[in-house]
T-cell receptor, first 112, second 115 residues
Framework: GENVEQHPSTLSVQEGDSAVIKCTYS??????FPWYKQELGKRPQLIID?????GEKKDQRIAVTLNKTAKHFSLHITETQPEDSAVYFC???????????FGAGTQVVVTP | DTGVSQDPRHKITKRGQNVTFRCDPI?????LYWYRQTLGQGPEFLTY????????KSRLLSDRFSAERPKGSFSTLEIQRTEQGDSAMYLC?????????????FGPGTRLLVL
């Protein structure tokens, strides 16, 4: 079955530095890979996603890269700000009906 | 608010009691998902629906758990004879099978504490 590994589990960065989170998966039933941000006590919110017909996608300070051959995808946050502090989850599709397996999450702490 | 809503937001119950949670998806979404999330973990799939049809139920889900979506709109998740290990955040998400069908939008969750 699908196995999603996410690293690191915690990430502490200085404000203004970059943060990179990586996920690997064992298999994929579709071509869609989302990233969610979850602040303490709040719902997971989609921040960016990528479909496998592209290798990279950017949205302001956030970017995602996908390597389907190697079966890994990464989230890049540049010029980090304190409000970027949260838990970030990657997800990989298990079937074509929208069933996902989520990574265990990365706690990102941005220190001023 | 036209997003996914869940009710109640918090539930405290005693071991052995039954609880029921409700999820109202985004109105035009025909797919609905239930997840469970414990501290320090990602959402764990429980079950999902396409309209009123339940497509799959996780093997991790015991027979004490049941979910329904009778009219293809809102859904309920019932836990019978609750155990302390059921304490978790129960998240609901919805998506559409049109356009960017894979994008799931989450509700605020119901936090369950079993004493």
């Amino acid at each position: 079955g699908e196995n999603v590994e996410q690293h690191p589990s915690t990430l502490s960065v200085q404000e203004g530095d970059s943060a990179v989170i990586k996920c690997t998966y064992s298999d994929s039933a579709s071509n869609y890979f989302p990233w969610y941000k979850q602040e303490l006590g709040k719902r997971p919110q989609l921040i960016i996603d990528i479909r496998s017909n592209v290798g990279e996608k950017k949205d302001q300070r956030i970017a995602v890269t996908l390597n389907k051959t190697a079966k890994h995808f990464s989230l890049h946050i540049t010029e980090t700000q304190p409000e970027d502090s949260a838990v970030y989850f990657c997800a990989a599709p298990i079937d074509s009906w929208g069933k996902f397996q989520f990574g265990a999450g990365t706690q990102v702490v941005v220190t001023p | 608010d036209t997003g996914v809503s869940q009710d109640p937001r918090h539930k405290i119950t005693k071991r052995g009691q039954n609880v029921t949670f409700r999820c109202d998806p985004i109105s035009e979404h025909n797919r609905l998902y239930w997840y469970r999330q414990t501290l320090g973990q990602g959402p764990e799939f429980l079950t999902y629906f396409q309209n009123e049809a339940q497509l799959e139920k996780s093997r991790l889900l015991s027979d004490r758990f049941s979910a329904e979506r009778p009219k293809g709109s809102f859904s309920t998740l019932e836990i019978q004879r609750t155990e302390q290990g059921d304490s978790a955040m129960y998240l609901c998400a919805s998506s559409s099978d049109r356009g960017h069908q894979e994008t799931q939008y989450f509700g605020p969750g119901t936090r369950l504490l079993v004493l």
